[in-house]
């Protein structure tokens, strides 16, 4: 409960008071009165009435004795008065003139009178009593001021006591007692002004003053009370701007322009947004740099502002921020191409990045056709190239990467040099092997162990020795036909392998090729008899068959010498019909050369002699070719220069076939 405030007395009060305290005194004076209405001779005076004191004692207010309204005779030259307790207790006794009594709070509760002794110039005395005071009490103030609490309220602003009015009389100390409704607690004493604290909040203040002053009874005023205590707002926020360019790895700078903003923030905190309202983690800060996972988009800010006793402020959102989006590499040159082009080399891509800011975390190549169609997997800094890009020459794109930076595309470097194939180093040159005859073979050998790559395939080409093709020919192989009897053939090899130049080689040139020649030892020859046949040009140590045409009949078979000559005697089958025949040399059933020969039937005289016969060499005897007709006798001459004519044609073949 609230201290009963004490008021001072009214007027009507006041009266009322000193009517009782009339009463009282009257009463108790009454014997005083009789005993001084008869007049003691002793003392000379003579006395109508009585003194009086005031009916009200106030602690600290004199009480004066007063003799207004006395007769007394003769005049009173001095007088003591005695004052007492209603109970007769002594007080003070005091001399005239200074005879009044202060009331201490030793008195309080009590009654009092005095006993006033007078004292006349002869000696006379005369003693009467005054009427009796009501109880001494402690005065009140006679005007008390209207106490009202302003202020804002505001936690951290003042609240003030506002007095309305005066205290009368003035206070010694006026003490101040701040009391939190509706839970009634004392939250701080002593002065007119109290600041309220968070813990106030949602509550009203109002005070009790308590006016105090020496010989008064103190006085209790309660204030009305302080409006709803609350946090305070801010006044005057602007929204915060944003700076920055958006590439990643440079801040955005957060600003709030504070100097029109009442109070003045303790503090200014942000929080980075992005567009859809989703707070970035950890982007408190007034600077802030964004990373890759923000790319594309743009940002705001918002700031919060905190003041003691004042509501956090929350502003709006700050226009949009630039994008975020990647860096840009500076100082990037052209990449730098070498290699020969030489299937089986590789080219090699650099790019020199020491100028190049950021240094890039990674750079990359693609190789390109001239027609800027980028080469399959071709994506480093080497490159192999394949049969398909033979004849063409390449040029190479680097692209730089670095974390927030755009990926840079460079120029194409210069062209490469035109992809080529491969050469050999060649071994020794084709060797030709077999005979030069026109039943022979001759054969290209090409060995291959020499040479740099090792051919995967060869393929042939004969030649004329003056450079004519043979057709047709283009085996290792070559059998010499009719065509080619006294000419000489030479072959060109060509070597092959997968990413090489096609390599030609010629072998040197063959021996002239000759064809076989047959002669018999005589041209007619008598049915029955035995004739020598020799035939030269064939091939080696090599088996050949006789046959008489031109129903054939076998003569037998007949072993080469080493030279290429066959020389046979064969004998006629004595059936054989008379005229002219051919004595046919077949290589496997395939004719070689032939001769003729002339059958006649037997002579009974003896025969003229004939002269020699020289024996030309010739392709292939014609059927009905005639021998001119010789002595039996002549035959060995005949023999002879027929040898000496074959040792002649072999030497011949000799020399050719070393040239």
Do not use: C
Not at 302 to 320: C, I, K, M
Not at 458 to 463: D, P, V
Request: proline share 8%.
């Amino acid at each position: 409960m609230h201290a009963r405030p004490h008021r001072p007395p009214t007027g009507r009060t006041r009266r009322l008071r000193r009517v009782l305290s009339g009463v009282l005194a009257a009463a108790l004076a009454v014997p005083a009165l009789l005993l001084a209405a008869a007049p003691a001779t002793a003392a000379g005076f003579s006395v109508v009435g009585s003194p009086s004191i005031a009916s009200s004692a106030w602690v600290g207010t004199p009480l004066s004795v007063s003799l207004a309204g006395m007769d007394i005779s003769p005049a009173v030259d001095s007088y003591r008065v005695s004052w007492h307790w209603s109970d007769g207790t002594p007080r003070a006794v005091l001399e005239s003139p200074d005879t009044d009594y202060t009331p201490t709070a030793a008195d309080l509760g009590r009654s009092l009178y005095a006993d006033v002794l007078l004292r006349g110039a002869n000696g006379e005395l005369y003693a009467i009593g005054t009427n009796l005071t009501g109880a001494v009490a402690l005065r009140g103030f006679d005007e008390v001021p209207e106490l009202a609490v302003t202020g804002s309220g505001v936690v951290g602003e003042p609240l003030t006591v506002d007095v309305t009015g005066a205290w009368s009389p003035t206070p010694d100390d006026v003490e101040y007692v701040w009391h939190r409704y509706p839970v009634d607690a004392v939250v701080a004493s002593g002065t007119a002004t109290y600041v309220p604290t968070v813990d106030d909040i949602g509550s009203t203040l109002y005070v009790v003053a308590t006016a105090t002053r020496s010989g008064y009874a103190s006085y209790t005023r309660i204030s009305t009370a302080s409006t709803t205590v609350r946090l305070g707002s801010f006044a005057g926020v602007v929204r915060p701007t944003v700076t920055g360019t958006g590439v990643v790895g440079s801040p955005f700078t957060a600003t709030l322009d504070v100097t029109g903003t009442t109070p003045a923030p303790a503090s200014v905190d942000f929080q980075w947004y992005r567009t859809d309202g989703t707070p970035v983690a950890g982007a408190t800060s007034a600077t802030f740099t964004p990373g890759l996972d923000l790319l594309g988009e743009p940002l705001y800010v918002v700031a919060t502002l905190r003041a003691p006793g004042h509501q956090d402020f929350v502003t709006l959102g700050s226009d949009y921020s630039a994008t975020v989006s990647p860096a840009s590499f500076e100082g990037v040159g052209r990449p730098v191409v070498t290699g020969s082009g030489v299937l089986g080399t590789s080219f090699t891509a650099s790019l020199d990045v020491t100028g190049t800011t950021p240094a890039p975390a990674s750079v990359d190549f693609q190789w390109y056709r001239t027609d800027g169609t980028p080469v399959a997997g071709a994506t480093s800094a080497t490159f192999t190239p394949g049969l398909d890009l033979v004849g063409e020459p390449l040029y190479v794109v680097a692209t730089l990467r670095a974390p927030g930076h755009h990926t840079y595309v460079t120029l194409g470097s210069d062209y490469t040099r035109t992809v080529s194939l491969a050469s050999f180093a060649p071994g020794a040159a084709p060797v030709l092997t077999g005979h030069h005859v026109l039943t022979g073979t001759l054969t290209a050998t090409l060995d291959t162990s020499a040479w740099t790559p090792r051919p995967r395939s060869l393929t042939y080409r004969w030649f004329l020795a003056d450079g004519t093709p043979v057709a047709g020919e283009t085996g290792a192989t070559l059998r010499p036909t009719v065509a080619l009897v006294g000419e000489s053939v030479y072959v060109e090899v060509t070597a092959h392998a997968e990413g090489y130049q096609p390599y030609v080689i010629a072998s040197a040139p063959s021996g002239t090729i000759a064809a076989a020649t047959a002669a018999v030892s005589q041209p007619v020859v008598v049915t029955g008899s035995t004739v020598t046949v020799e035939v030269w040009g064939l091939l080696p140590d090599t088996d050949y068959a006789l046959e008489l045409h031109s129903t054939p009949v076998a003569l037998g078979t007949f072993r080469s010498s080493s030279q290429g000559v066959l020389r046979a005697a064969v004998t006629l089958p004595a059936g054989t019909a008379l005229g002219a025949h051919s004595v046919v040399v077949l290589l496997d059933g395939a004719e070689v050369a032939r001769v003729g020969v002339t059958v006649t039937a037997p002579r009974v005289a003896p025969a003229t002699p004939a002269a020699p016969v020289a024996a030309a060499p010739a392709v292939a005897a014609p059927a009905a070719a005639a021998l001119a007709t010789t002595g039996a006798g002549d035959a060995s001459a005949l023999l002879a220069v027929v040898a000496l004519l074959l040792v002649g044609g072999a030497a011949t073949v000799r020399v050719a076939a070393r040239r």
